[in-house]
């Protein structure tokens, strides 16, 4: 099957013209695999990536909110599947707008977006290029904000991945957005199509695209043992070929990084970007707030993430290999949690921890945890209750946003 697997690769290169392909490293920028990267492609849906940054820039910025209402136009009510149904007259909520375009990559979302912070889809789309031509994506030019089919809207693989990287560093508070598997808008709920974040290991972002012009495109974000590692493929002929193809650059390429690492001690320094994972986000019928905290105003900082957990609780401990198959069972339907908040400190974090815990009969005092996570030269400290099936928690912070708590659903690390 490998050898079958790193066979599609070389076959795509050859035969297929919309073939395109880049893996990087993300900490040192090195280019670990090439193919076409600087050849014309059409972005497809990979287009709202940029359209994200701009609505991240603008949520720094303190232009937008996540409870900013956005009006829907005619123009946004007319836009083509894949969308969310949004109608003339609608008013669509910033925090509704994000996991919309990640999870359901809704062409409605992107227009409404668009005309929000930019007036019209087509003032936004000059935003756009100017954006990419600020970033060194000198290859790229928007004419929309969803990536629908315009034969003037072009990018390249290397464009894309400078784009994907900078989403990560340049907006860290926002890119655990990126691995949110499914959500609700207005009674429907939407799951995630991107395959990667589920099957690959280490996998929490980014995004997928697809057009008939442009074929099966994704951009991925993977870290295994202290590598991140930032992968683009265009091109493919579906899905299932494409997420083939991403995978066995991958492979080749943390051998390749590792390799590397190995002949450069220095280089082998890393620090890996552990977001949260953001699992189900439930919008509108519930009142789910799918932010860390309202505690915490933190500026785009270059990202430089690493995890730990505090001694202040103990975490269940993830079960050996040699325990039995009914414990190790267990381990994995429990290895969810609930996030309720990020602090500067670890004392308010515990105390909004235990607060969340003592409304609960269920749920013991050992199951409250604190993470210390550092992004670049600031400190947080993610208040949690872990040790959850993934329908405790989603139930759990259903009742906590009806007693006024803003919480998250998360999947934890090697769980």
């Known amino acids: 099957m490998a050898?079958?697997?790193?066979g599609v690769g070389q076959v795509s290169a050859e035969v297929n013209p919309r073939y395109a392909a880049i893996v990087l490293?993300?900490?040192?920028?090195?280019?670990?695999?090439?193919?076409?990267?600087?050849?014309?492609?059409y972005p497809a849906s990979l287009t709202k990536m940029m359209t994200?940054?701009?609505?991240?820039?603008?949520?720094?910025?303190?232009?937008?909110?996540?409870?900013?209402?956005?009006?829907?136009?005619?123009?946004?009510?007319?836009?083509?599947?894949t969308n969310i149904s949004l109608?003339?007259?609608?008013?669509?909520?910033?925090?509704?707008?994000?996991?919309?375009?990640?999870?359901?990559?809704?062409?409605d979302a992107?227009?409404?977006?668009?005309?929000?912070?930019?007036?019209?889809?087509?003032?936004?789309?000059?935003?756009?290029?100017?954006?990419?031509?600020?970033?060194?994506?000198?290859?790229?030019?928007?004419?929309?904000?969803?990536?629908?089919?315009?034969?003037?809207?072009?990018?390249?693989?290397?464009?894309?991945?400078?784009?994907?990287?900078?989403?990560?560093?340049?907006h860290p508070d926002y890119y655990h957005y990126f691995s949110t598997l499914s959500f609700t808008f207005n009674g429907k709920?939407?799951?995630?199509?991107?395959?990667?974040?589920?099957?690959?290991?280490?996998?929490?972002?980014?995004?997928?695209?697809?057009?008939?012009?442009?074929?099966?495109?994704?951009?991925?974000?993977?870290?295994?043992?202290?590598?991140?590692?930032?992968?683009?493929?265009m091109g493919g002929k579906s899905a299932q070929s494409r997420d083939a193809e991403m995978v066995a650059l991958l492979d080749k390429s943390f051998i390749k990084a590792e390799q590397l690492a190995k002949l450069s001690p220095k280089a082998a320094k890393k620090t890996v970007a552990v977001p949260a994972s953001n699992v189900v986000i439930s919008t509108q019928t519930v009142r789910k707030v799918s932010r860390l905290s309202s505690d915490v105003e933190v500026k785009p900082q270059p990202l430089r993430v690493v995890t730990k957990p505090i001694s202040q609780t103990a975490p269940l401990a993830k079960p050996?290999?040699?325990?039995?198959?009914?414990?190790?069972?267990?381990?994995?339907e429990l290895g969810w949690a609930v996030q309720v908040g990020s602090f500067r400190a670890s004392k308010p974090a515990h105390d909004r921890a235990s607060d969340a815990a003592r409304r609960f009969d269920d749920i013991a005092s050992s199951q409250v945890k604190v993470n210390e996570v550092s992004i670049s030269d600031r400190t947080l400290f993610r208040a949690q209750l872990i040790g959850l099936q993934q329908e405790q928690a989603k139930q759990t912070c259903e009742r906590l946003v009806r007693q006024g708590m803003d919480c998250l659903v998360v999947k934890m690390p090697n769980s």
């Open 87 to 107: 109608k003339k007259g609608d008013r669509l909520r910033v925090r509704d707008a994000i996991p919309a375009l990640v999870v359901r990559s809704a062409n």
């Open 189 to 233: 709920t939407y799951n995630s199509h991107n395959r990667m974040i589920k099957d690959y290991a280490g996998t929490d972002g980014m995004k997928t695209g697809y057009i008939r012009a442009s074929g099966f495109n994704v951009a991925t974000s993977t870290s295994r043992d202290g590598h991140r590692l930032v992968g683009v493929v």
């Open 110 to 170: 992107a227009v409404v977006v668009a005309e929000a912070l930019g007036g019209s889809e087509s003032e936004f789309a000059k935003m756009m290029t100017a954006k990419a031509k600020a970033m060194k994506m000198t290859a790229t030019t928007f004419r929309n904000a969803s990536g629908l089919p315009n034969e003037m809207q072009r990018s390249t693989a290397r464009d894309l991945s400078i784009l994907s990287m900078r989403l990560m560093k340049d």
């Open 52 to 81: 994200l940054y701009l609505l991240f820039e603008a949520m720094d910025k303190g232009l937008m909110r996540l409870d900013t209402a956005m009006p829907v136009s005619d123009h946004a009510a007319s836009m083509p599947q």
């Open 25 to 41: 490293d993300a900490d040192s920028g090195e280019v670990l695999h090439a193919a076409h990267v600087d050849a014309p492609r």
């Open 320 to 332: 050996a290999p040699s325990q039995p198959l009914i414990a190790q069972v267990l381990s994995a």
């Open 3 to 6: 050898l079958l697997i790193i």
